[in-house]
């Protein structure tokens, strides 16, 4: 694809949601009221409303790599702010994917420089017992998300403002392109998954 691909692209969307929809974009145009707020990874592959097949004006997001709710990070809180307080969404979605590279670099340990700042926040969120067998990829994934509905469900402005807002969280699958949507009890499938995941959310204690 190509830069001069965008224009024709976009101006075939204009085109696909007038002839179904004259007033679409005025409607639009008037203000948004989107039901989820969701919190995804920027990898280029799981965009949440290409996935879900959802028209705009549904989805308020926010993105960063490996769909990390980070207590200090000063986007994520007026996000999530607006999203509760103006917005009044009726639920938040956290959408992690299989194969997620920002979770692999953590769990590698890589060192690079320049993604040491982010990274660290991934590492927080993933297993501390690193030897363990147990942890596959798509493990690993699911575990970081189950970590970030924890972590939101802590967050001051949850606390205060999304009392009754359900967190949800979702793992979409790369390879299939399936979506799971999990609740908590749900995102853990046999007993002694739950006991060995719950006993390390359990020991680590969120940073705030
Ligand atoms: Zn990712």
Not at 6 to 11: A, F, G, T
Not at 36 to 49: I, Q
Not at 141 to 163: A, R, S, W
């Amino acid at each position: 694809m190509e830069l001069k691909d965008l224009k024709r692209k976009n101006l075939e969307f204009q085109k696909k949601w007038l002839k179904d929809d004259p007033t679409f974009f005025e409607r639009l145009n008037e203000g948004q009221h989107p039901e989820f707020l969701v919190v995804a990874c920027s990898d280029s592959r799981v965009c949440p409303t290409t996935i879900m097949d959802v028209e705009p004006g549904h989805m308020f997001i926010h993105r960063n790599i490996a769909n990390q709710v980070v207590h200090e990070d000063e986007s994520f809180s007026a996000t999530l702010y607006y999203a509760l307080v103006h917005l009044k969404v009726k639920y938040i979605l956290i959408k992690g994917h299989t194969g997620c590279g920002g979770v692999q670099a953590a769990w590698a340990d890589n060192k690079e420089e320049g993604l040491q700042g982010w990274l660290k926040h991934v590492k927080e969120s993933l297993p501390e017992d690193r030897e363990s067998r147990e942890w596959t990829s798509e493990k690993l994934c699911k575990y970081n998300v189950l970590y970030q509905v924890t972590k939101l469900k802590k967050h001051p402005v949850y606390q205060e403002y999304g009392q009754g807002v359900p967190i949800i969280g979702a793992l979409y699958n790369l390879a299939s392109g399936e979506m799971d949507v999990y609740d908590l009890d749900a995102l853990i499938q046999s007993d002694a998954e739950r006991e060995q995941v719950m006993d390390m959310l359990n020991q680590t204690e969120v940073e705030r």
